[in-house]
């Protein structure tokens, strides 16, 4: 069996070549033009492929994300297009190449890792587990809008820099750049919508489908949360069916502010997410305990036990599984364990983390 190893650049072609037959052999376009930074040449260092006989048979790719919060940056990678070729399956090639992906995301100081797969017993092989939160936000019917001056606009023909401007002001996110956006907005079927006021400012903005992916769901998104949803109104009237909005579970007003507007919730999960380097998440999370008061909270791990609490109460788990969605939802610490009231009030101060990938990040 072949070792997982980075392809060459004169391998560049090759390599999309062998996704495009494997995951993309009945659309018009190839995969690079819907993962424009993530299968970009200058990312071919973090492409990983096993080749038998010189041909290509397993394929993974990491795509390095910061990610900003309330309470740190985080290094994240995020993986994806991982596939064999239907005559090698279940021969393991997946296995290695996934274990080398993370060998890579550990070495490269990933706090931790995430993927999007429906799969989740062949992850859960290597600590991945389902965390974090993601609320779908269902509108299927017409929106009364308390906001009457805006122009609505769809094309993708839209300076970048606005955009920025406003995605900018989201508290969790990736870190990016014009360039990273005028780059996703040429993705095939990515649908951006947009409102601006009546001096040609941008007052909202929204993202809908994807690639081969997300139809009818709003992944990105700006602006603030009575012009989002004026916008989202307009989209719903051009389109005349239903559409989805994906949101952070901490959107807290946005999610109540649509409820009310007749909105259906469904909660969900945000990914599959693996801890890397629990030393640096760790210290991270720690620092931020530290910032708003709470010296004695404790969170670290052993070698055998993931140990968190404070002074006067600590919670042991084996456990990945407790720990990450205790770190990162869906669960508190309330749900997970019986902490006495203070041990719960001074963990739910810090996790989960209100951590989140945005559509166009995904990989």
Not at 167 to 174: A, D, K, N, P, T
Not at 276 to 305: H, M, P, S, W
Not at 341 to 363: A, C, H, N, R
Request: aromatic share 10%; net charge neutral; hydrophobic share 40%.
């Amino acid at each position: 069996m072949g070792t997982p190893r980075a392809p060459q650049t004169d391998e560049y072609n090759k390599v999309i070549d062998f996704l495009n037959h494997n995951l993309r052999s009945k659309e018009g376009w190839s995969i690079v033009n819907e993962y424009p930074l993530a299968l970009d040449n200058s990312n071919l260092h973090n492409i990983r492929i096993i080749e038998k006989d010189g041909k290509i048979v397993s394929h993974a790719v990491i795509k390095n994300l910061l990610i900003k919060t309330p309470i740190a940056i985080f290094r994240v990678a995020a993986i994806g297009s991982v596939v064999t070729s239907p005559e090698f399956r279940q021969q393991g090639y997946s296995q290695l190449i996934v274990k080398d992906c993370l060998k890579l995301a550990h070495d490269q100081g990933a706090d931790i890792a995430i993927l999007w797969t429906d799969i989740y017993d062949f992850y859960r092989k290597f600590g991945f587990e389902l965390a974090g939160s993601e609320t779908a936000l269902i509108f299927n019917s017409p929106l009364n809008s308390e906001i009457s001056n805006l122009r609505y606009l769809q094309s993708n023909k839209v300076d970048p820099h606005a955009l920025l401007r406003l995605y900018s002001q989201h508290s969790v996110g990736s870190l990016r750049n014009a360039s990273d956006i005028d780059r996703y907005l040429k993705i095939p079927n990515s649908h951006l919508y947009t409102a601006w006021d009546s001096e040609n400012q941008l007052q909202a903005y929204a993202v809908e489908g994807r690639g081969a992916d997300l139809s009818n769901y709003l992944h990105e998104w700006g602006g603030s949360v009575s012009k989002l949803l004026a916008l989202i109104g307009e989209i719903y009237k051009q389109k005349n069916e239903a559409i989805t909005l994906i949101t952070p579970s901490h959107s807290i007003t946005l999610i109540r502010r649509a409820k009310e507007k007749g909105a259906l919730i469904n909660e969900g999960y945000l990914g599959m997410i693996k801890l890397v380097n629990t030393k640096n998440l760790f210290f991270k999370i720690k620092r931020f305990a530290r910032y708003i008061g709470q010296d004695d909270f404790i969170i670290e791990f052993n070698g055998q036990d993931y140990i968190v609490g404070h002074s006067g109460h600590i919670f042991r788990t084996h456990s990945e599984k407790d720990i990450v969605q205790l770190i990162f939802g869906p669960h508190k610490a309330s749900q997970l364990q019986s902490f006495d009231i203070e041990t719960t009030q001074i963990l739910e101060k810090i996790l989960p983390i209100p951590m989140w990938i945005w559509g166009w990040d995904s990989v």
